[in-house]
C-alpha cells in the first residue's frame, strides 16, 4: 500500500504579492507523475487546500483539476479541511464524489467514519479528520460507539480545548476500528502537535500553546499525515508533517518542501521517503549595506531568487528600491535596519507633548530616514502646515484624538501574509508603494 502524504497547499496564496500559481500548479504536475510513477494507492490532503475560506476561482478550478488528475491517475484521494478552509464549502458534493474516489472529509458527524482501502494485507480504514475549532464543535461531536453513558442517559459535558476535542474524536475513530477488527489503521489531522516547529506563514490556531495536542494521542495509528505547519518535519517514525508544498513566507528560505511517500505491509509502516517539491524560485534573505549588496558576489545566486532585503546603511538610502532591483529584480521585502539605531521607548504621546505642528513633521522625516530635514524640506512642510490652517497650533489635538495614528504605527517589518493574500495579485513599482510596514526601520535593532 503506497500512500502519497501533502498537505497546506494554500492555493489562491501569494507571497508578498507575487503571483505563486505557476508555481502551484508545477506542484499538482508532479504531485500527478508521482502517483503515476510510484503507483500511488491514495494521495492524502491534510488540510489547507485553499488559503482561505472563500478561494478565488482560478485557486477552485486548479483545485478541482488536480483532484480529477490524481484520480485519473489511479490514486483514491482524501483531503480533510484545515483552519484556513471552510469545511463547509470545501466539503460541497462530498457524499456524492465519495462514490467517485475522492473523498472529501469536512463533516464534524463522520470524523470516526474511515475511507477504506484494501491491499494484500486486509482493510485499511483510514480516518480523516478535519480541522475542529473546540468551541464551535465541541457540543457535535460524536460519542464512542462503546461509551456507557451516565446514569440516566445524560449526554456528559462536552470536551472543551483542542486536546479535549481530539482525544474525543480519537476514542471514537479507537471504538470503530476495534467493531471493524482491523490491525491497521491512518490518521490525517490538521493542527498543532507538541513538538512541532512553526514558521511565519501559518495562522495560528490558539492563545499561549494551549492548541498544542499531545504526540501520544497518535500513537496507535500506524501513520498520522499531519497538517498546519509548514515545514517539513519527521516528529517520530509514524507521525510527520509534510508541509507546505512551496514557501510562503521568508522564514522558511530553508526548508526542503516536498511530500511524504509512505509504504504499509501487511504488518504495518515499512517505509518513508521524501519527494521534493519542485522549486519554483528559491528564497533569500539579505541584509547589509546597499553597496556591498548591490556588489558582492557571494549574492548572485539571490539574483534570480525572491528577496528579502534588510539595509543597515546608518541613513536611509534613496530610491533603495529601485537600485536593489537593479541586480535582484525579484525583490519582494524592504526594511530598514540602520546599524546602531537604538530604540527610542517614549511613547508617541510622550514624544509629541508640547511641540508643535512643525516639530512633529520634521521629527517624523527624521525618524524615518535617520537624517534630519533640510532646510528646503522644512520650508516645504511650512507651507503644507500654513496650507491646512494648523501652523500656529501649538499642540495638536487630532494626535490626541487618535494616538494610534502615524508615525507610532507597528514599525516591525514582518509582512503579515494574511494581510498580503488578501491583497491579491498585484506588483508595486516603487517604494512609495510598499506597504508601510515594509519601509519603516525596524525598531529593535541590536
Ligand atoms: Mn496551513
Known amino acids: 500500500m503506497r500512500l502519497l502524504h501533502t498537505s497546506d497547499w494554500h492555493l489562491g496564496r501569494s507571497l508578498h504579492r507575487a503571483d505563486l500559481r505557476a508555481a502551484q500548479q508545477s506542484f499538482l504536475d508532479q504531485l500527478v507523475e508521482v502517483v503515476h510513477s510510484e503507483r500511488v494507492d491514495a494521495v492524502l490532503v491534510s488540510g489547507d487546500v485553499y488559503d482561505r475560506a472563500v478561494p478565488p476561482v482560478d485557486a477552485v478550478a486548479m483545485c478541482e483539476e488536480a483532484l480529477v488528475r490524481l484520480r485519473g491517475a489511479g490514486a483514491r484521494v482524501v483531503v480533510i479541511s484545515g483552519n484556513h478552509d471552510s469545511a463547509t464549502r470545501l466539503g460541497f458534493g462530498g457524499r456524492l464524489v465519495d462514490a467517485a474516489g475522492v473523498h472529501l472529509r469536512t463533516r464534524v458527524s463522520a470524523v470516526a467514519e474511515p475511507v477504506l ?218 526594511s530598514w535596519a540602520p546599524e546602531g539605531a537604538v530604540d527610542d521607548a517614549l511613547s508617541y504621546r510622550a514624544r509629541v507633548a508640547g511641540r508643535d505642528d512643525l516639530s512633529v513633521a520634521s521629527g517624523f522625516v527624521e525618524h524615518v530616514r535617520r537624517s534630519p530635514a533640510t532646510d528646503h524640506e522644512r520650508l516645504l512642510l511650512q507651507e503644507a502646515l500654513e496650507a491646512a490652517g494648523r501652523a500656529d497650533t501649538e499642540t495638536a489635538p487630532w494626535y490626541e484624538a487618535d494616538p494610534c495614528h502615524g508615525i507610532d504605527a507597528d514599525a516591525d517589518a514582518d509582512a503579515d501574509a494574511d494581510a498580503d493574500a488578501e491583497c491579491g495579485v498585484g506588483g508595486w513599482d516603487d517604494e512609495a508603494a510598499l506597504p508601510v510596514a515594509q519601509v519603516l526601520p525596524e525598531r529593535r535593532v541590536a
Do not use: M
Not at 480545548?161 to 489531522?189: F, M, N, P, Q, T
Open 117 to 334: 482501502l484494501e491491499d494484500e494485507g486486509g482493510v485499511l480504514p483510514v480516518y480523516a479528520i478535519p480541522y475542529l475549532e473546540p468551541e464551535a464543535v465541541r457540543h457535535a461531536l460524536p460519542l464512542p460507539a462503546d461509551a456507557a453513558l451516565p446514569s440516566g442517559g445524560a449526554p456528559e459535558d462536552p470536551p472543551r480545548g483542542h486536546e479535549g476535542v481530539l482525544s474525543r474524536v480519537i476514542a471514537c475513530i479507537a471504538a470503530d476500528r476495534a467493531e471493524r477488527g482491523a490491525h491497521r489503521s491512518v490518521v490525517l489531522a490538521h493542527g498543532w502537535v507538541t513538538g512541532g516547529s512553526s514558521t511565519e506563514s501559518e495562522r495560528d490556531i490558539s492563545v499561549g500553546g494551549v492548541g498544542n495536542v499531545p504526540a501520544s494521542l497518535f500513537s496507535s495509528f500506524d501513520y498520522a499525515a499531519l497538517g498546519h505547519l509548514h515545514g517539513p518535519q519527521v516528529l517520530a517514525e509514524h507521525l510527520r508533517y509534510s508541509g507546505s508544498p512551496l514557501p510562503y513566507s521568508f522564514s522558511e528560505a530553508g526548508h526542503r518542501k516536498g511530500s511524504w511517500l509512505v509504504e504499509l505491509g501487511a504488518g504495518g509502516l515499512t517505509r518513508v521517503e521524501q519527494v521534493p517539491a519542485p522549486v519554483h524560485r528559491p528564497l533569500a534573505a539579505l541584509r547589509g549595506r546597499i553597496d556591498t549588496l548591490l556588489t558582492a558576489p557571494e549574492h548572485r545566486a539571490a539574483e534570480a531568487a525572491f528577496v528579502s532585503v534588510a539595509l543597515t546603511d546608518p541613513a536611509r538610502p534613496e530610491a533603495a528600491a529601485e537600485r536593489l532591483r537593479q541586480r535582484f529584480p525579484h525583490l519582494l521585502v524592504l
